[in-house]
């Protein structure tokens, strides 16, 4: 399967999803530096961990998560907005064979695919969309086993 097609899955997930974004904030915030995570900063241009503009708010919201598991509505709002930009990162450390499978197989991206007025995988030889979404509810949980 296509690397754009994993990326735009991850990318949906991330901007959809509430454990995926997690998931991700903490994978971006464990990149960065010591010395990054100390003083909320990017001080090394390594295209690895939080951008310049992000680091100061994402590392912040990493940390609050990691001291008390939750993140306020307002909070996952702004994840939501900013944590796509890092699928990249997220593709890195995947399981390829796992986000494949899952890409394959699941209906991840019908509102994408329908923005984009494409057929979802989901839909096979012409099937209706609603009802393919159905069946593949539990596929969206699975972004955690490839990542």
Same mark, same amino acid.
């Given at each position: 399967?296509?690397?754009? %097609? /994993?990326?735009?899955? +991850?990318?949906? #997930?991330?901007?959809?999803?509430?454990?995926?974004?997690?998931?991700?904030?903490?994978?971006?915030?464990? @990149?960065?530096?010591? %010395?990054? =995570?100390?003083?909320? =900063?990017?001080?090394? /241009?390594?295209? +690895? &961990?939080?951008? &310049?503009?992000? $680091?100061?708010?994402?590392?912040?919201?990493?940390?609050?998560?990691?001291?008390?598991?939750?993140?306020?509505?307002?909070?996952?709002?702004?994840?939501? !907005?900013?944590?796509?930009?890092?699928? !990249?990162?997220?593709?890195?450390?995947?399981?390829?064979? *796992?986000?494949?499978?899952?890409?394959?197989?699941?209906?991840?991206?019908?509102?994408?695919? !329908?923005? *984009?007025?494409? #057929?979802?995988?989901?839909?096979?030889? &012409?099937?209706?969309? $609603?009802?393919?979404?159905? @069946? /593949? %509810? &539990? /596929? +969206?949980?699975?972004? *955690?086993?490839?990542?």
């Amino acid at each position: 399967m296509k690397k754009s %097609t /994993h990326l735009a899955f +991850i990318k949906y #997930q991330l901007a959809t999803k509430k454990k995926a974004a997690l998931k991700a904030l903490m994978l971006i915030y464990s @990149r960065q530096t010591e %010395t990054e =995570q100390e003083i909320n =900063q990017t001080t090394e /241009h390594n295209a +690895i &961990g939080f951008s &310049g503009v992000d $680091a100061e708010l994402l590392s912040s919201f990493a940390k609050q998560y990691q001291k008390t598991g939750y993140l306020t509505a307002k909070q996952m709002d702004y994840l939501y !907005r900013k944590i796509s930009k890092y699928s !990249r990162q997220v593709y890195s450390v995947c399981n390829i064979e *796992e986000l494949d499978k899952l890409c394959s197989e699941s209906c991840f991206s019908c509102e994408l695919f !329908r923005n *984009e007025k494409m #057929q979802a995988p989901c839909q096979g030889n &012409g099937g209706d969309l $609603a009802q393919s979404c159905n @069946r /593949h %509810t &539990g /596929h +969206i949980q699975q972004l *955690e086993m490839a990542i």
